[in-house]
């Protein structure tokens, strides 16, 4: 594509090149390496007040490296599956797996057994890092699975002594938040780091190839998915965001506040290898559900740089004390994983001086594909301009591409989109052409500067909370209840997660209540997929070959 198909290269903010180079880095461990190298001595993560140096970090990931491979005997290529939210053995983890040159299987802590099942099974992870609150989930699955070894942690884990141990007390006797379970053979995460001391840290060759995440999605159906990230899809990525954000960063003098999860691609990109190769202090929030809990936090540090999606913006806001933080330091807010509404970032600029700016990306694309201008004076409703290296494209259903202006499907080609689905290729074959093409399925359209605005999401993806939420999911759960005859679902417009889950159902037991649909949801699904709403009723709206037509549905509840 020439410059003239590019016209966003023209408002480029300044200093942004049109290029990266990709070649920079052979992998993430070198990016790594050299940040530990380069800010040794500076703190790299936080939490509940304990900091980690970019020195330690080195070394304890070097650690849990050396158990890996010495102790375990585990290989390059092998999968390992992370299930833990913001802590410090999050990235002891994160790095120490990648360093023995294995792949990452980010996993949500919250999964119900089905869906933690799901996951292990289809990715072969030999080895699972899980919080001892979840744990008892991890054993539930654990006989249906490949994974061969089990490593286990408290949350208090890392804090030292005594802060660590009345953590770990108060949630498993007090709070009562960690469900008894037995895994036999498992394995605690510090005595892991301590018999790693007796092997040399690995030190595999890694190249762009070799895959660093399998990051689990719906993509366009229902059932999860691991796109498979490659070293090179996250080098490119971080480069094209740390090309964007350049301007607006000390080196070494950044306090990022991290209160998306890690294994979420958006912080794992934007929060924890951008603002690395910056230097940057990741402050990590556990909960940050606990809105007062998390406002006490902010107001410990004198931070720079916060990432979120519109309902945790909206929360901050709408929580007493938010409005009296310091925000002095604050230069960067970037939102991302949902669409940022107007009034959300109108108020979000008056408060803090700085404005919301939205980003756009999937987790196909490692994920970054737009981001607006950090320097807007205000909300501007677009996503934003493509990262350097990145084509975007608006295509009509044949695959041509549409003139400035046109709606059409929002598809995108450059160094950070997926090698493809994990033992998926029809999957992949319907996103990624053989031109590199990723079709996002996201309606769009462009301007004359190149800015794009998101005209209708994916037909029925669901977002809650920044979470894909995929109706065929929630539909062949509540449809395995006996009492349902027909189900579909929804989403609906929700004043506190963007969207909820709405569902339909025409009962084939009369006696059906919605109470017997909730217990049955909540059993198999995460809670932002559970529905919100139940409406009973008796047909819903077919096509002429019986396909029920959620369009129809979504026009009723808008009218209602």
């Known amino acids: 594509m020439s410059n003239t198909q590019r016209p966003w290269l023209a408002h480029y903010p300044p200093g942004v090149p049109a290029e990266i180079d990709v070649g920079a880095y052979p992998s993430v461990v070198a990016l790594f390496e050299e940040a530990c190298e380069r800010f040794r001595h500076r703190p790299s993560f936080s939490s509940f007040g304990r900091m980690l140096s970019y020195g330690d970090l080195d070394r304890l990931s070097a650690r849990f490296a050396a158990f890996l491979t010495g102790d375990l005997g585990f290989a390059k290529g092998d999968r390992i599956a992370i299930m833990m939210p913001n802590c410090l053995q999050y990235p002891v983890a994160l790095f120490g797996a990648l360093r023995a040159g294995m792949t990452v299987v980010n996993t949500n802590p919250m999964y119900t057994a089905r869906e933690l099942r799901h996951q292990l099974q289809d990715s072969g992870a030999r080895a699972i890092v899980v919080l001892d609150n979840f744990a008892a989930t991890v054993a539930e699955v654990l006989g249906d699975t490949a994974v061969e070894r089990v490593i286990t942690t408290g949350l208090g884990d ?246 400035i202006g046109e709606v059409g499907e929002l598809c995108v080609r450059g160094p950070q989109v997926m090698k493809g689905y994990w033992n998926r290729p029809d999957e992949t074959a319907k996103v990624l052409g053989a031109d590199g093409w990723l079709h996002t399925g996201d309606i769009a359209r462009m301007d004359e500067r190149g800015f794009v605005y998101i005209v209708d999401r994916k037909k029925d993806m669901i977002l809650v909370s920044g979470f894909n939420v995929y109706p065929n999911e929630v539909e062949d759960v509540v449809a395995q209840h006996p009492g349902v005859l027909e189900v579909a679902a929804i989403g609906v417009p929700d004043e506190h997660s963007g969207e909820a889950v709405k569902i339909f159902v025409v009962k084939k037991d009369p006696n059906l209540t919605e109470e017997d649909l909730r217990k049955h949801c909540h059993d198999a699904l995460t809670g932002y997929k559970r529905p919100k709403y139940i409406e009973f009723r008796d047909a819903l709206p077919k096509s002429n070959v019986g396909k029920i037509l959620r369009r129809e549905l979504r026009e009723a509840a808008a009218r209602a």
């Open 158 to 403: 890392m804090l030292g002594f005594p802060k660590g141990a009345l953590i770990n007390f108060a949630l498993k006797h007090v709070k009562k938040m960690v469900p008894p379970y037995r895994i036999d053979g498992a394995i605690r995460f510090d005595a892991a780091l301590a018999r790693g001391v007796r092997h040399p840290a690995p030190k595999p060759a890694l190249g762009h190839d070799d895959i660093a995440f399998l990051q689990y999605t719906g993509g366009t159906t229902g059932v999860a998915k691991g796109a498979m990230l490659t070293h090179r899809n996250m080098v490119a990525n971080m480069l094209q965001a740390a090309a964007w954000v350049g301007q607006n960063v000390a080196a070494g003098e950044e306090v990022i506040i991290t209160a998306l999860p890690l294994y979420h691609i958006f912080a794992l990109t934007a929060n924890c290898l951008v603002f690395m190769k910056f230097g940057a202090l990741n402050v990590l929030i556990t909960n940050p559900r606990d809105m007062p809990g998390f406002v006490k936090e902010l107001a410990k540090v004198r931070f720079t740089a916060i990432t979120g999606v519109n309902t945790l913006f909206n929360g901050l806001l709408n929580t007493a004390g938010f409005d009296r933080l310091d925000f002095s330091r604050l230069r960067l807010t970037l939102g991302g994983g949902m669409a940022v509404q107007r009034a959300v970032a109108e108020r979000w600029k008056k408060v803090t001086g700085c404005t919301l700016a939205e980003a756009y990306g999937l987790t196909e694309t490692a994920p970054a594909v737009c981001i607006n201008p950090l320097d807007l004076a205000e909300y501007s409703g677009s996503i934003g301009l493509p990262v350097p290296s990145t084509d975007v494209s608006i295509q009509d259903d044949n695959g041509r591409s549409l003139p």
